[in-house]
């Protein structure tokens, strides 16, 4: 069984997007001392804009870092964990296909 080109475009466009979603998340970590979260959101004002990009991108590890963290802490039931992983992984296609399109775009290709 060979994949298709498609198949493995999604692939590549799926690691893109989990890859650059944990390196924002870690270098948001790195430079400000604090956990990516979504609670960046309720500070409100410009605090929110400004996160709101960073968020845009990093959302899918910090989906599955809470996830793997309340089904080890909080034992939360499987199926929620499966659903969490599928929008994560649907969000991570979406940003990939972004920064690939945009790498693209910058390079000229």
Avoid: Q
């Avoid at 924002?24 to 605090?47: C, K, P």
């Avoid at 910090?62 to 994560?88: C, D, H, K, Q, S």
């Amino acid at each position: 069984m060979v994949p298709t080109p498609a198949a493995l475009d999604a692939i590549r466009t799926l690691c893109v997007g989990l890859a650059l979603s944990g390196l924002l998340a870690s270098a948001f970590e790195m430079v400000t001392a604090r956990r990516a979260s979504f609670s960046l959101l309720e500070r409100g004002g410009m605090a929110a804009v400004a996160a709101l990009p960073m968020l845009a991108f990093s959302a899918p590890f910090i989906i599955l870092r809470n996830t793997v963290r309340g089904r080890r802490i909080e034992r939360r039931p499987i199926p929620f964990v499966m659903l969490a992983t599928i929008i994560a992984c649907g969000w991570s296609l979406l940003s990939g296909r972004v920064a690939l399109d945009l790498a693209a775009l910058v390079v000229g290709a």
